[in-house]
């Protein structure tokens, strides 16, 4: 299960390894559409890479620290650091490979 990500638990999350999020919302059909693949992502990396979300409602702060100007948002991040950004709607076979190169 992907991780649900507050600014109170951003920083620990994102600070060692592999971490991809998800930035979306509840109203967004796209993103109603991304929530399952990265669901699934969640469950098969376990162990290898943090696959997480951030619902913009709840946290725009971090939407807006990111650049979020449009969901769903993806963000790979390195050891903290953002390495990557998606915008749209991304295919779990293209989201694996994206993370595959980082870990």
């Known amino acids: ?20 999020l998800d930035f979306w919302a509840p109203w967004c059909g796209p993103c109603k559409m991304q929530l399952p693949i990265v669901e699934e992502l969640a469950e098969e990396l376990k162990g290898q890479a943090t696959i997480a979300k951030v619902n913009v409602d709840e946290e725009p702060e971090l939407a807006s620290q990111f650049g979020v100007m449009s969901i769903p948002t993806l963000i790979l991040f390195k050891d903290g650091q953002p390495v990557d950004k998606l915008v749209g709607l991304q295919s779990k076979a293209a989201l694996q490979a994206k993370i595959q190169n980082l870990v």
């Open 1 to 20: 299960m992907a991780v649900a990500i507050t600014k109170d638990n951003f920083n620990e999350t994102v600070a060692q390894g592999v971490s991809l």
